[in-house]
């Protein structure tokens, strides 16, 4: 009885050898690996430049062509430093008091440090394609408040706004201490006409210096039948 217990031990354990040999080279196989790996640091940033909309105003992958006032970002690859990067997508650039053309918003409210530094590694790494890091489209044929509700997403609004522009996102060093809402009565009573709020988008609005976080300035970037689309999703909230 025992004995065959112990010859039953030492096959099982035979097995798992066998098995963990199997994986191991099945693992150390570089045509596979070279095919499917990537640094988990890249992807996580591909997707972070999409998420915070990134890619709406540098152009998908950084290529720009989206307006003259915003730089391509592939052909920075090592020319600028981690702390240069770092520093321009936490602090911003270009922001004046006034915005009349687009600007690096201050993003350190917004994004964790990690986030920051996996951006600055994708990058770096020359912002190479990954699966499934693309923007969400939007629709062109299914109505202005469809339209509103994907553009809401594409450029990033949510992340400031919160969803359903509910608001509430910190933004410690502002008046408020945090970005102020896109719905409410009394969002409503202040932007009482389509016009306000499509001029208040297009435009953007500085509040403060670095490390505030500012309203873009979208004039440019988003065409003029989603800055309508958008307003049309806006005056769907509660
Ligand atoms: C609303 C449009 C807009 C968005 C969104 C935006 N940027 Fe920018 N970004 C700009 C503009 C405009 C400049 C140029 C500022 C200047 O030089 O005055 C810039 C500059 C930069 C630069 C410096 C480029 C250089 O050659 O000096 C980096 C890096 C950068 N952005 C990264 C990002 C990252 C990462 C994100 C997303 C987290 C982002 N940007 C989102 C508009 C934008
Ligand atoms: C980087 C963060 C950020 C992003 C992204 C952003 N906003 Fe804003 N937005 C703000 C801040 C901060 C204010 C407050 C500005 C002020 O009080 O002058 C604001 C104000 C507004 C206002 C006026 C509301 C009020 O009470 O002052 C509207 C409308 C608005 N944003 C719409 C949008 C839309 C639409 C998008 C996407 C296309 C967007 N925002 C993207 C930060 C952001």
Known sequence: ????????????????????????????????????????????????????????CHGSLGRGGVSPFVPALAPIGKSLTVAQLTRIITHGLGESKNPKRPFMPVWG???????????????????????YATPIPIPGNQGPVV??????????????????????????????????????????KEFNTDAKILEFI??????????ITSMPHWGGIIPNWQLKALVAYLKTLK
């Open 1 to 56: 009885m025992r004995r065959t217990v112990a010859v039953g031990v030492v096959l099982s354990i035979l097995g798992l050898a066998i098995g963990v040999g199997a994986w191991a080279s099945h693992g150390a196989r570089p045509a596979t690996a070279a095919r499917t790996a990537i640094d988990p640091h890249v992807a996580a940033g591909a997707h972070d430049f999409v998420q915070f909309a990134c890619a709406a």
């Open 109 to 131: 409210p917004v994004i964790s440090k990690t986030q920051v530094a996996d951006l600055v590694t994708y990058i770096r790494a020359g912002l190479p394609p990954v699966k």
């Open 147 to 188: 339209a509103g509700m994907a553009a809401y997403v594409h450029y990033g609004c949510i992340n400031c706004h919160g969803p359903n522009g509910l608001g509430g996102v910190p933004n410690p060093q502002a008046p408020d201490k945090a970005v102020p809402p896109l719905s409410g009565q009394d969002f409503r």
């Open 202 to 211: 297009r435009s953007g609005s500085v509040i403060g210096k670095p490390p």
